[in-house]
């Protein structure tokens, strides 16, 4: 028997979530029975997509949804062995029972030298939402201008070193001066703080003078309603996600788009990452090279402690993270 501990989202959110929409709990966990897997967490993954989910697929009192890298602690199971790691959505919790069949292996080639947090990120879900974003939706080809915005997160800046990859001219705004050194270093042709500009329109015509091919959307509102207006004819737009509205308490009214896409004849298509699962295999290993040849750089946000799991939601909400968010147990 083990003693799991769990986050429970005690009251739904309203605006930014806070400390006391959270409650701990704990729960005892029998040994397992044949064919099951005792899981125990090693990285939780921190996702903006856990803010409106909840809304829609939890009831209060529910544990919260979220993806961990965990370590079969004990087996039952002869496809798991003790000591290995899988991924696993079972929400914010230390420990675990699994029958095996929504656990997905660590990739077996996954080098030693490589934080298995990685898998949570860079050659993980949000990795693949950048390389299908622009690859898939975008289309992007050698010589684009693309702009990324959120552009210093664990989508934003796997989206900027991908696009260099294929010999693209990446264009990326983050929320604080740190943020755009950062993507200086990482090799973004130009950057911006979004919060410090006095107006978003001059900055992207600045960092963009002839406007731009590609447009991956991680924040939507208002910003894309500016960026429309710079994209050059027959431009494609995907959208990710649309986290300047993820707190909103009222609904909120959309870019207004129609004069841009017809007139320059845009392109623009939302997207899960789920969608190419078939290629998920062969997509995490061309992630796994780049990031072994080191032509991607992955930082990460690492907070230690499974009792900081709403610290580390609530700071990534609010631009607190530089890379992907992760908590340590
Ligand atoms: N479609 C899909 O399959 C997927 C979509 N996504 C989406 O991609 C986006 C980025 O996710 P992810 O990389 O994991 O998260 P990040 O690591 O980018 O963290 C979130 C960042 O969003 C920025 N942000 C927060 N509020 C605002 C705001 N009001 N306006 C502008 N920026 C804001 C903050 O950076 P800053 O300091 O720059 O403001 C913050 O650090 C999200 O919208 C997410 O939902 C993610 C994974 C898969
Ligand atoms: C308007 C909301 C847009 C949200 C976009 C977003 O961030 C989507 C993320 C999903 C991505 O495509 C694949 C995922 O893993 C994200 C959703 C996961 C939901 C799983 C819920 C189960 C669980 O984790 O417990």
């Not at 803010?51 to 087996?75: C, I, N, W």
Request: net charge negative.
């Amino acid at each position: 028997m083990v003693l799991a501990k769990l986050w429970t989202l005690q009251q739904h959110f309203e605006g930014l979530p806070k400390e006391s929409n959270f409650e701990l709990k704990q729960e005892e966990l029998p040994d397992p029975k044949d064919g099951e897997v005792l899981l125990e967490a090693v990285f939780l993954s921190v996702d903006p997509y856990m803010r409106p989910y909840s809304r829609m697929h939890l009831k209060e009192g529910d544990t919260m949804m979220g993806a961990q890298v965990s370590r079969v602690v004990r087996s039952r199971n002869p496809s798991y062995l003790e000591g290995s790691h899988v991924i696993v959505h079972c929400g914010w919790r230390t420990h675990f029972l699994s029958d095996g069949s929504d656990l997905t292996p660590i990739p077996s080639n996954w080098p030693e030298e490589l934080p298995l947090s990685l898998a949570l990120g860079a050659i993980g879900m949000t990795g693949l939402a950048a390389l299908y974003g622009l690859e898939e939706i975008c289309e992007i080809k050698a010589e684009e201008t693309l702009l990324v915005n959120a552009a210093a997160g664990a989508v934003g800046t796997m989206v900027g070193q991908i696009a260099k990859i294929k010999g693209c001219r990446a264009v990326g705004c983050a929320g604080s001066d740190d943020k755009v050194s950062y993507l200086k270093e990482l090799g973004f042709d130009q950057a911006f703080n979004y919060k410090t500009i006095s107006s978003l329109e001059d900055a992207l015509r600045e960092a963009a003078p002839q406007g731009y091919d590609c447009y991956f959307d991680n924040v939507g509102g208002d910003f894309t309603s500016t960026a429309l207006a710079q994209m050059k004819p027959f431009g494609r737009i995907a959208l990710s996600g649309s986290i300047s509205t993820y707190n909103n308490t009222a609904p909120h009214r959309g870019p207004s788009i129609h004069s841009h896409m017809i007139l320059k004849q845009l392109r623009m298509e939302g997207f899960l990452v789920e969608r190419w699962k078939h290629k998920h295999h062969d997509s995490l290993q061309r992630l796994l090279a780049w990031v072994k040849e080191g032509r991607i750089k992955c930082r990460e946000h690492i907070t230690e402690g499974f009792e900081n799991m709403p610290a580390s939601f609530i700071s990534m909400l609010s631009g607190g993270n530089v890379g992907k968010a992760v908590v340590k147990i």
